[in-house]
């Protein structure tokens, strides 16, 4: 395994500056040794979680050339589109098309973080979730329609809402799946917490153990995708929980 590797995650600038992977960067892997380089390439966006402005924002001509810059100018030898909603808003086939499109023109293995979804679930064995999706209703539509293409059912639902990825990034996720879970004591399923605004990584613990089940988020599953397609050998559990091992 070298020790210069380098992960390339596409992330749209939708405004906040703390963003819970700028963290991630190579001062943050370097202090933690258990994550390879990180190097975040910025796709302009107004962060509005509309379907027309997720279709454009999601792209290939539009994600490419930051995903190249990636490659070539940082040496991102993988690369993950961190954008839940700009991956799954054309269904299953668009996202694979999506990833399949940026492989191509990067030269790299790229994933993005709603095929990371379907891909954690596979490998916990999980077909059934639940979800509290921070988007509005007809993009969390989308979402159930895009995961039951994928063969995983949602069972109990709550839309927050949240008209753009700054509204997502301000919601206080703790206390909504403190809520969320005992409002829905008796489910056992995954809960699924989308969107890449949302930092969870530093809240994984406590949002599990207050869940009492496993709780899959937006940042969590894309970071576990991307070390996985850097063959990285030292999946930290602090970051991924459950998926540490999976």
Same mark, same amino acid.
């Given at each position: 395994?070298?020790?210069?590797?380098?992960?390339?995650?596409?992330?749209?600038?939708?405004?906040?500056?703390?963003?819970?992977?700028?963290?991630?960067?190579?001062?943050?892997?370097?202090?933690?040794?258990?994550?390879?380089?990180?190097?975040?390439?910025?796709?302009?966006?107004?962060?509005?979680? @509309?379907?027309?402005?997720?279709?454009?924002?999601?792209?290939?001509?539009?994600?490419?050339?930051?995903?190249?810059?990636?490659?070539?100018?940082?040496?991102?030898?993988?690369?993950?589109?961190?954008?839940?909603?700009?991956?799954?808003?054309?269904?299953?086939?668009?996202?694979?098309?999506?990833? @399949?499109?940026?492989?191509?023109?990067?030269?790299?293995?790229?994933?993005?973080?709603?095929?990371?979804?379907? @891909?954690?679930?596979?490998?916990?064995?999980?077909?059934?979730?639940?979800?509290? !999706?921070?988007?509005?209703?007809?993009?969390?539509?989308?979402?159930?329609?895009?995961?039951?293409?994928?063969?995983?059912?949602?069972?109990?639902?709550?839309?927050?809402?949240?008209?753009?990825?700054?509204?997502?990034?301000?919601?206080?996720?703790?206390?909504?799946?403190?809520?969320?879970?005992?409002?829905?004591?008796? !489910? @056992?399923?995954?809960?699924?917490?989308?969107?890449?605004?949302?930092?969870?990584?530093?809240?994984?613990?406590?949002?599990?153990?207050?869940?009492?089940?496993?709780?899959?988020?937006?940042?969590?599953? !894309?970071?576990?995708?991307?070390?996985?397609?850097?063959?990285?050998?030292?999946?930290?559990?602090?970051?991924?929980?459950?998926?540490? !091992?999976?």
């Amino acid at each position: 395994m070298s020790l210069d590797q380098c992960l390339g995650i596409l992330l749209p600038e939708d405004g906040p500056t703390d963003y819970e992977w700028y963290a991630l960067g190579p001062a943050g892997a370097s202090a933690g040794g258990d994550l390879p380089g990180i190097e975040v390439g910025k796709i302009p966006s107004d962060g509005h979680h @509309e379907p027309a402005a997720l279709t454009a924002l999601g792209a290939v001509d539009r994600l490419a050339p930051v995903g190249e810059a990636l490659v070539h100018q940082a040496g991102a030898q993988a690369v993950v589109w961190a954008c839940t909603s700009g991956s799954f808003i054309g269904g299953l086939a668009g996202a694979r098309a999506q990833a @399949e499109g940026l492989e191509t023109a990067l030269g790299v293995p790229v994933t993005s973080t709603a095929l990371a979804f379907l @891909e954690a679930l596979s490998a916990l064995g999980h077909r059934r979730v639940d979800l509290l !999706s921070p988007y509005p209703q007809e993009v969390t539509r989308r979402l159930v329609h895009f995961l039951g293409e994928g063969g995983v059912a949602v069972g109990h639902l709550e839309v927050l809402d949240c008209p753009y990825a700054a509204d997502s990034h301000r919601v206080d996720i703790a206390e909504a799946v403190r809520t969320f879970c005992r409002e829905h004591r008796d !489910s @056992e399923v995954p809960l699924l917490v989308p969107d890449t605004a949302v930092n969870t990584l530093q809240w994984l613990d406590t949002l599990n153990r207050q869940a009492g089940r496993v709780v899959l988020t937006a940042n969590q599953v !894309s970071l576990w995708a991307g070390l996985k397609r850097l063959r990285w050998s030292r999946m930290p559990p602090r970051y991924l929980n459950c998926l540490a !091992s999976a």
